[in-house]
């Protein structure tokens, strides 16, 4: 049973207070009254320290699209490890998956790797920046871009400090008042007050950025008239549209750009792309890429870093993205509309006010049935958020791990038996809740 006071997982914990704050080193894996702790991973299921087994629903938060320890990934990381993991020069391995994803995506006329999808982001805006030669960046209420300081404004936003139009409200403690006055708050899916607000910007504005399904926004999709209406703003005014797929390119060949059909400037990847490796990328318009280019002088925009496009990274993205073939992508697809449909299918059964939103092989479950369009619509009150908790414990307890606000990303590795199992399991542990019985015994 999780939580449990005498496991090895909450020996671990108190040794890990001992020397990180909080015990912890990575918010999102936080978890009171400790973390469960992970020996190791194949396909679709992960062995805790304890010995349990369970079935993985998060594949690290959306990035591993084809499970734990895919063998021609480790096969690759192996023969590329006794080779060298690092050089102060680049690899064949970088150019190799540069082709693959520009091969893949219409607007990727050329690309630059960096270690995670925040990188990604800040190097973006710092295109933008450099490409229009103004300040400002906009993004939508609610829509997380990493941990940048810029992008982070707004992102989680209580109700309390709302205001009627988005207001700018820092997530950390002291971000400066200038870096917030650099951010423009638009409300995710409201195309008229979306412009009427970016009306007042069309001379300063570097940047819109923009997650076409973003988790934070309960995976609720950004309507394409909405996307097409940010699309005609940037390029009357000459400001840089950036997609930022870190997340939502898993939803299609071509990304979600392919699927929704709106072309950036500029696109954000992380994730997938790394095949279980630390990655980040920025992709796009020549014109725009052009502002890293060194081969005249010190560019526009210098971007360089360490462990940038380190051929570990390198050889298990190519090779996790050649095994993801379009053919991969339907099966994916397919096991998404099946879970869509046997969640459904348990909420309804249980009687439970639920849903699950989401795309392809990225859901999310809500405890409630109201209509989404925004951060403000999919926001969870207190109520909803402690039946998420209390459902989370209660999978956790059947097997299954899923994120703890109910965030689902499925991979390659599974298949119909694991779709339904996950179903059959959320059913008991509704009935359960329901019933009173408790969560952990
Ligand atoms: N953008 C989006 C849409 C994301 O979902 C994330 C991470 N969840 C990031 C950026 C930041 O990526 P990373 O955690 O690799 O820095």
Known sequence: MFPDSNSRSAALFGRAQQVMPGGNTRLQVHFPPHALYVSRGSGCRIEDVDGNSYLDFINNYMTLIHGHAQPDVVRVLGEQAARGTCFAFPTESEIALA?????????????????SGSEAVMFAVKAARAHTGRPMIAKCEGAYHGAYDAVEVSFDTHPDRWGNRPARVAYSRGTPEKTMQDVVVLPFNR????????????????????????????????HRA??????????RHGVVLIFDEVACFRCGYGGMQGEVGVRPDLTTLGKIIGGGMPI????????????????HGKPAAPHSGTFVANPMTMVAGWQAM??????????????????RDRVTAAFEESGSSGQVTGYGSLWKLHMNRRRFIDFRSVYADEDERARMGDLYLRMVNRGFLMGSTGLIALSTAMGEEDIDAFAEALLSALRDARDGVPAAA
């Not at 994803?101 to 607007?107: A, D, F, K, M, N």
């Not at 973003?214 to 609720?220: I, L």
């Open 99 to 115: 082709e693959l994803l520009c091969g893949r995506v219409e607007s990727f006329d050329s690309i630059r790797f960096c270690n």
């Open 322 to 339: 050649e095994l993801l073939t379009r053919e991969a992508l339907e099966r994916l697809a397919g096991l998404g509309t099946r879970f």
């Open 226 to 235: 909405y996307l097409e209406a940010l699309r005609a703003f940037a390029d």
């Open 280 to 295: 980040g990328a920025v992709a796009g318009r020549r014109e725009v890429m052009a502002v890293f280019d060194p081969s």
């Open 191 to 222: 195309t008229q007050e979306s412009l009427d607000i970016l009306a007042g910007y069309t001379e300063t504005l570097a940047a819109i950025v923009i997650d076409p399904m973003p988790p934070r926004v309960g995976f609720v999709q950004a």
